[in-house]
């Protein structure tokens, strides 16, 4: 296990060691990093679907007893329909998800501790931990791109297409472990197609030029400098022809394309063919055109249409899954689809659901891990934990493990050790 570089038991270690003593009991799936083989999957990327705004976990992945809006009965607001996997139901909106189950864990039992606002648990749900005055921590995406690196030459590690804030960015580990910001699938970033003023020969004499200047720079000290280099030439790999061909989607097949869905489907197409480009991390978040008018925020009357939005996942995350598995990718590429928290039982006085950070689900799908369509048990209600807790360090270490990732090592802000994961633990039970 990596430690910190002192010979005595120092405050964290000591608080490390009381947190794995509690979850002996309190957790007995979840592995201990004092084993001797990390538990390690076979993954190589990762597609993050992230639904900002609190996607309704009674709703969604774990339906209960079916409740009454207009009478405040608490329970779920649709129906529960069985799944390919015997005892594990999801909401009746969800049917080509419940049809492929056997490739999916709904994760019930996520929680934390942050307050129930969306900016701070949208941070904690990228980064894994809670906001710190003196230290600006690394997203997953960040961490994976540090740790893994990029699988080609000509294809980012880490790409975002939706929505970009310092939540998704590298934090102290710099700029290079950033992501690269799209916002239209259907063209690229716009800043690495080359003007239509510039002819190809022209860029190349550009090209040409910037080889030569470099030959004769001297070495770069400054880290922020060698990290603007870096960039640029980045940038000037990502704009050739093989990279830039990810956008073509037009070259899908008509009915594949249509299967996907709208905008949002189109944006989950894009993720398998980035993947196929070599692409480690590729979030893709749920945030254009709501089709209900409230996205996953549903206070109030934005519930009433929150059916339709249900629906579009479906049809995006099923045919994801087919069409990753259809291309050999799905135990290469984990699917994770996460919130920043979910919804209580009781409905408020418009009908709608408040926030709910204490117990709420989070979805696996693929990565080669062994699925078993659901992980962990809340009460009657889907409003406490009732088996199997899972942290957000937890559910973030088994992320890590499932593409090969050591979850228990340190990362350096400076000379300061940071966990890569404040002390996670993965589910075991996925790995065996």
């Given at each position: 296990m990596?430690?910190f570089?002192t010979?005595?038991?120092d405050r964290?270690?000591?608080?490390?060691?009381?947190?794995?003593?509690?979850?002996?009991t309190?957790?007995?799936a979840?592995?201990s990093s004092?084993?001797?083989?990390?538990?390690?999957g076979q993954?190589?990327?990762v597609?993050?679907?992230?639904?900002?705004g609190?996607m309704?976990?009674?709703d969604t992945f774990d339906?209960?007893?079916?409740g009454d809006?207009?009478?405040?009965t608490?329970?779920?607001?649709?129906d529960?329909?069985p799944?390919a996997?015997?005892e594990?139901t999801v909401?009746?909106?969800?049917?080509k998800?419940?049809?492929?189950?056997?490739r999916?864990?709904a994760v019930?039992?996520?929680?934390?501790s942050?307050?129930d606002e969306?900016?701070?648990?949208t941070n904690?749900m990228h980064?894994?931990?809670a906001?710190s005055?003196t230290?600006?921590?690394p997203s997953l995406?960040?961490?994976?791109s540090?740790?893994?690196g990029?699988?080609?030459?000509t294809?980012p590690?880490y790409?975002l297409?939706g929505y970009?804030?310092?939540?998704?960015?590298p934090?102290?580990?710099?700029?290079?472990h950033s992501?690269?910001?799209l916002?239209d699938?259907?063209r690229g970033?716009?800043?690495?197609?080359?003007?239509a003023?510039v002819?190809?020969?022209?860029q190349?004499?550009?090209?040409?030029?910037l080889?030569?200047?470099r030959r004769?720079q001297?070495?770069?000290?400054?880290?922020a400098?060698?990290?603007?280099?870096a960039?640029?030439?980045l940038g000037?790999?990502?704009?050739g022809?093989d990279?830039m061909?990810?956008?073509?989607?037009?070259s899908?097949?008509?009915?594949?394309?249509?299967?996907y869905?709208?905008?949002?489907?189109?944006?989950c197409?894009l993720?398998r063919r980035?993947?196929e480009?070599?692409?480690?991390?590729?979030?893709?978040s749920?945030n254009l055109?709501f089709?209900?008018?409230?996205?996953?925020?549903?206070?109030n009357?934005g519930?009433?249409?929150?059916?339709?939005l249900?629906h579009?996942?479906?049809d995006?995350?099923?045919?994801?899954?087919l069409?990753?598995?259809t291309q050999?990718?799905?135990?290469?590429?984990?699917v994770?689809?996460?919130t920043?928290?979910?919804?209580p039982?009781q409905?408020?006085?418009?009908?709608?659901?408040?926030?709910?950070?204490?117990?709420?689900s989070?979805v696996l799908a693929?990565?080669?891990?062994?699925?078993?369509g659901?992980?962990g048990?809340t009460?009657?209600?889907s409003q406490t934990?009732?088996s199997d807790?899972?942290s957000v360090?937890?559910?973030?270490a088994?992320?890590h493990a499932?593409?090969?990732?050591?979850?228990a090592?340190?990362?350096?802000?400076?000379?300061?050790?940071?966990?890569?994961t404040d002390?996670?633990q993965?589910?075991?039970?996925?790995?065996?």
């Amino acid at each position: 296990m990596s430690r910190f570089p002192t010979s005595s038991f120092d405050r964290r270690q000591f608080l490390a060691a009381g947190v794995t003593a509690a979850g002996v009991t309190a957790a007995p799936a979840i592995a201990s990093s004092a084993d001797s083989a990390r538990l390690k999957g076979q993954a190589e990327h990762v597609i993050s679907i992230w639904l900002g705004g609190g996607m309704s976990q009674i709703d969604t992945f774990d339906p209960k007893k079916k409740g009454d809006p207009a009478k405040r009965t608490p329970g779920s607001y649709y129906d529960a329909i069985p799944t390919a996997v015997n005892e594990v139901t999801v909401c009746e909106h969800l049917p080509k998800v419940a049809a492929i189950m056997d490739r999916v864990t709904a994760v019930r039992t996520i929680h934390h501790s942050v307050i129930d606002e969306h900016a701070a648990a949208t941070n904690w749900m990228h980064v894994g931990r809670a906001v710190s005055g003196t230290v600006v921590y690394p997203s997953l995406g960040s961490i994976v791109s540090h740790e893994r690196g990029p699988l080609s030459e000509t294809a980012p590690p880490y790409v975002l297409i939706g929505y970009p804030n310092t939540s998704r960015g590298p934090g102290f580990l710099g700029a290079q472990h950033s992501y690269l910001y799209l916002t239209d699938t259907g063209r690229g970033p716009t800043g690495l197609a080359r003007h239509a003023t510039v002819s190809r020969q022209r860029q190349q004499r550009r090209e040409e030029l910037l080889v030569q200047a470099r030959r004769v720079q001297p070495d770069l000290a400054d880290k922020a400098l060698r990290d603007y280099d870096a960039a640029a030439e980045l940038g000037l790999r990502l704009s050739g022809p093989d990279f830039m061909r990810s956008f073509q989607l037009d070259s899908e097949p008509a009915a594949l394309r249509e299967s996907y869905g709208g905008e949002f489907g189109q944006r989950c197409l894009l993720a398998r063919r980035l993947v196929e480009r070599g692409v480690r991390f590729i979030e893709v978040s749920h945030n254009l055109n709501f089709l209900n008018g409230a996205g996953w925020d549903v206070h109030n009357r934005g519930i009433l249409d929150q059916h339709k939005l249900i629906h579009e996942l479906d049809d995006a995350l099923a045919t994801l899954l087919l069409d990753l598995e259809t291309q050999g990718l799905l135990d290469k590429t984990l699917v994770m689809v996460s919130t920043e928290f979910g919804r209580p039982p009781q409905f408020d006085g418009g009908g709608g659901r408040g926030h709910q950070g204490t117990a709420f689900s989070c979805v696996l799908a693929g990565g080669g891990l062994n699925h078993c369509g659901a992980y962990g048990q809340t009460d009657e209600l889907s409003q406490t934990i009732a088996s199997d807790p899972v942290s957000v360090p937890d559910f973030f270490a088994t992320v890590h493990a499932a593409v090969g990732i050591d979850y228990a090592k340190y990362l350096y802000n400076g000379d300061r050790p940071v966990p890569i994961t404040d002390l996670g633990q993965p589910i075991a039970k996925l790995f065996r």
